[in-house]
């Protein structure tokens, strides 16, 4: 056999067992790249979809929270063949995650996970709970409460005869549990105008989220900057924080923006920020949004010295989400084919419930404080000289290589001032823990 030949065995040899490698991990499956994936598909539709409901109101939702109790009631179904569970698999994205069970417990492991794995300092608490009506009729089975209590998720039988007590109710339980700081989620109003002439079912969940930064911002640079909120052509003196140092920074021409990364001092956690170009281009990003893969997105970031002015925000946000989950294709949930058959059991298989309403609530909190002491990298500290900055560039949480320190000495430090609407994520490489956008300060 002449070389040639040889060679080109040897390429389609080559090619072959890249397709078999190929093949076997994906029928295989890697657990923590399908997880993750989901979520963040999941979370980007969610979040935008969200966002463009709501333009000019600041948006905030934790996918990780909806994606989990719903993923409980999609292993409730019966059959599973039933159109409602088609539904969940395809809008939760549960396709790649196998059996109910099974992805019931790749949810478990990650919470766990990201329980064991957040640092003093973080502040993050993830409430979710299912409420219904105490009836003799019907109720929670066994195995589903177990079940929500291996996911940290509650399931209460409440007395709904008394609207507004029963909304008293709900809300203070939240309040305790999340320090006094979420405030009110259900109303008399929502509980009758969701349950007029359903039993009501409802799901209420709430995220509190303040982190420590992997590099702290100077207080002592904090200024006030003209913010541009969504709908006005008057600025507002906002309080914006300054900090000069390396992050993960990628131009992207496609979407009329650019993107900037973060990172926290816990869990892997960052705070990924999707910024259009233009001012009033918030509206059109979201919708390109729903069209990208955040992952590689993420790979086009590459570390960059910049100077960045972000600007602190305390945002609270209470939503109703049944709309939006609906618009993302689960209208059934919300019927009376919902077949919740392994959620309830009941003496008459038309008295169990579905599901009534979904008031969901985010406290996101950013300024300037860092993970340990003496790690704030401000403008006067980089003109201290050669040394300073580059036994500043080490220590930080993403340490560059010396060939990169060294050939940001030469380079023009990028500034990127955040004084218009944006799009925010956080999470890591396992889950999307919260998303959506800023448009007021």
């Not at 088609?86 to 329980?115: C, I, M, S, W």
């Not at 059991?345 to 300024?367: G, N």
């Not at 023009?412 to 800023?438: D, M, Q, R």
Request: proline share 4%.
């Amino acid at each position: 056999m002449s070389y040639a030949n040889w060679r080109r065995l040897l390429v389609v040899t080559a090619v072959v067992l890249q397709l078999l490698l190929l093949f076997s991990s994906c029928a295989h499956g890697n657990p923590t790249a399908a997880l993750s994936g989901s979520s963040e598909r999941f979370g980007l539709r969610l979040a935008t979809n969200l966002g463009l409901a709501q333009p000019h109101s600041n948006v905030a939702v934790s996918p990780l929270l909806l994606q989990t109790a719903l993923a409980l009631l999609f292993a409730g179904i019966t059959p599973s063949s039933a159109p409602t569970a088609q539904q969940l698999r395809v809008a939760l994205e549960l396709q790649y995650l196998g059996t109910p069970d099974q992805a019931l417990q790749q949810f478990q492991q990650l919470l766990g996970n990201l329980k064991q794995e957040v640092a003093i300092g973080c502040q993050l608490r993830l409430l979710s709970e299912f409420y219904t009506q105490q009836r003799y009729t019907f109720s929670f089975r066994d195995e589903f409460e177990a079940r929500a209590g291996t996911l940290g998720i509650g399931v209460q039988r409440l007395d709904f005869n008394n609207w507004a007590s029963t909304a008293q109710e709900i809300n203070y339980d939240f309040l305790k549990r999340s320090n006094y700081s979420v405030g009110e989620l259900v109303s008399s109003h929502l509980l009758e105008s969701s349950s007029a002439s359903d039993t009501p079912f409802l799901h209420v969940s709430a995220l509190t989220f303040r982190a420590p930064w992997a590099q702290a911002f100077d207080a002592q640079e904090t200024q006030c900057i003209n913010f541009f909120p969504e709908g006005s052509h008057n600025a507002k003196l906002v309080d914006a924080m300054f900090l000069q140092h390396r992050f993960r920074y990628a131009e992207l021409p496609s979407l009329d923006a650019c993107a900037v990364e973060l990172p926290y001092a816990t869990a892997g956690l960052s705070l990924l920020i999707i910024y259009p170009n233009q001012p009033t281009g918030l509206a059109l990003l979201e919708r390109q949004l729903q069209r990208i893969d955040l992952h590689q997105l993420r790979r086009m970031l590459s570390e960059r010295k910049m100077a960045l002015t972000l600007p602190k925000f305390s945002l609270l946000a209470h939503t109703e989400l049944r709309a939006v989950l609906e618009q993302l294709g689960l209208s059934k949930l919300f019927t009376s084919e919902a077949q919740l058959h392994n959620v309830f059991s009941s003496i008459i298989s038309s008295s169990a419930p579905h599901l009534t309403a979904v008031p969901h609530s985010v406290l996101f909190q950013v300024d300037e404080a860092g993970g340990e002491a003496g790690q704030t990298f401000g403008k006067y500290k980089v003109s201290l000289g050669l040394w300073n900055f580059i036994f500043n560039s080490r220590i930080s949480c993403s340490p560059p290589s010396s060939v990169a320190a060294f050939t940001d000495l030469f380079r023009s430090t990028l500034s990127l001032v955040i004084n218009h609407p944006f799009f925010y994520a956080v999470g890591n490489e396992k889950t999307l823990l919260l998303a959506g956008h800023v448009v007021d300060i």
